[in-house]
């Protein structure tokens, strides 16, 4: 098949690591990070820099071995690393193979005709409630919001078929009207752990590639997170989350969405785990859409506010420009008025409305579009008032941790 994508290096070198922590500093549970001088809030209201030390619990279901201890490596001492390249270097596949290279059978029907509560899940698995069309999921003791991102992603196709593969897995193909086919596997939890955009010519774009056989041999969640050190924030954090407040030139959104994962991954992860473990979103940096205003209560984007997203989509652009098999998790956030539950399914929402807004108004395909909504679980700000900076929408490019990069050696 075709070679993945290229994607693009760094643009500048970051930040050199900071010095060992003190003696007396007590270690961080694994998945966690550490208290850092370089991640400190300067405002004493604020809270931690990384969303793995914002949460109260772990979140894991069952526990990973029979003595229910953790399994995190060491932590890596080495510098950040320089390129999506270097960053990605042991999570490489020896072999990535064609979205399509699997013989499947046509299915009758959609698998949205399905009933969500009776399709199957892992084990330790519970539907709490539904809430519209976003469900409320338990996995031991994390909770989650789910979603069906089909019409998002069929809206305006030419045509839509699935087909049956082996092991309970879904292909779905959308086919657009320029020819393009974008190819989605799902395992048989409904877990994208393929993606690729096949163009007429027959060249595969891979934006997201797992080896499956992993999930079958694994029957319940847990968090990859648990399998890493602590996560140590060794650049400045204006250099790990950039506040859309204040970006003074629209070109700095490209620079920092360009730069590399802060940490060196050690496996490709599929899409719900990156959605599911902050220690793994950790380990790339984030815009804060903090500019963007909601009516509360409200997922729906005022005309007026749509011009704020115009320099986010122009680098998202140029960097989709560089490598066409980009993907970018669009996060929501609530504040802390209201039920868990319905802000989780608030802050989903808002995240697909970000995406479908980016799509509609300025072209972004909404194949490179992914969106979790976290309801108030990750505060900016520790407050349970009505907070205008913990009601916003981030960004992170995720594609180092979740597809191959061709350039990789």
């Known amino acids: 098949m075709p070679p993945a994508a290229t994607e693009p290096t760094a643009p500048h070198t970051e930040a050199?690591?900071?010095g060992a922590p003190a003696a007396t500093e007590q270690p961080a549970k694994a998945g966690q990070a550490p208290a850092d001088a370089?991640?400190?809030p300067a405002n004493p209201d604020a809270a931690p820099v990384l969303d793995s030390q914002k949460e109260s619990a772990p979140t894991n279901g069952p526990a990973p071995a029979a003595t229910g201890e953790q399994t995190a490596q060491p932590a890596d001492a080495a510098p950040p690393p320089a390129s999506d390249a270097a960053a990605t270097e042991a999570a490489q596949p020896k072999e990535v193979q064609s979205v399509k290279s699997e013989k499947g059978s046509r299915r009758d029907r959609s698998p949205d005709e399905e009933n969500v509560r009776k399709r199957e899940r892992p084990e330790g698995t519970d539907v709490?409630?539904?809430?519209?069309d976003r469900v409320i999921v338990q996995f031991g003791d994390h909770v989650t919001v789910e979603s069906n991102d089909r019409p998002r992603m069929t809206r305006g196709a030419k045509e839509v078929y699935y087909e049956d593969l082996p092991r309970g897995r879904i292909r779905e193909t959308?086919?657009?009207?320029?020819?393009n086919q974008i190819v989605t596997v799902r395992d048989r939890y409904g877990n994208v752990i393929r993606r690729s955009r096949i163009t007429p010519d027959g060249r595969e774009y891979v934006m997201v590639y797992v080896d499956d056989r992993y999930y079958d041999r694994d029957n319940?969640?847990?968090d990859p997170g648990l399998d890493l050190a602590p996560i140590r924030l060794r650049i400045p954090v204006n250099e790990y989350i950039l506040d859309a407040a204040d970006v003074d030139d629209p070109q700095r959104y490209y620079t920092f969405l360009d730069q590399p994962p802060i940490e060196r991954i050690q496996r490709l992860y599929s899409v719900d785990e990156v959605k599911r473990s902050a220690r793994i979103r950790d380990i790339v940096r984030r815009v804060d859409l903090?500019?963007?205003t909601f009516e509360t209560g409200s997922a729906d984007i005022?005309?007026?506010?749509?011009?704020?997203?115009?320099?986010?989509?122009e680098a998202m652009e140029k960097l989709l420009g560089k490598n066409p098999a980009e993907t970018f998790l669009i996060e929501g956030h609530t504040d802390a008025v209201g039920s868990d539950e319905d802000n989780l399914a608030l802050s989903d929402r808002r995240a697909e409305s970000v995406a479908s807004a980016l799509t509609n108004s300025f072209a972004i395909p909404p194949e490179n579009l992914v969106t979790q909504g976290y309801g108030e679980q990750f505060l900016k700000v520790k407050t349970e008032a009505a907070t205008r900076e913990n009601r916003r929408v981030?960004?992170?490019?995720i594609t180092p941790l979740v597809a191959p990069v061709a350039n990789a050696n």
Request: positive net charge.
């Open 16 to 18: 050199p690591a900071t």
């Open 38 to 40: 370089t991640a400190a």
């Open 290 to 292: 903090d500019t963007l």
């Open 394 to 397: 981030g960004i992170r490019r």
């Open 302 to 313: 005022p005309e007026g506010e749509l011009g704020k997203l115009k320099s986010l989509a």
């Open 128 to 132: 709490i409630r539904e809430i519209g």
């Open 174 to 179: 959308i086919v657009r009207e320029n020819g």
């Open 220 to 222: 319940s969640w847990r």
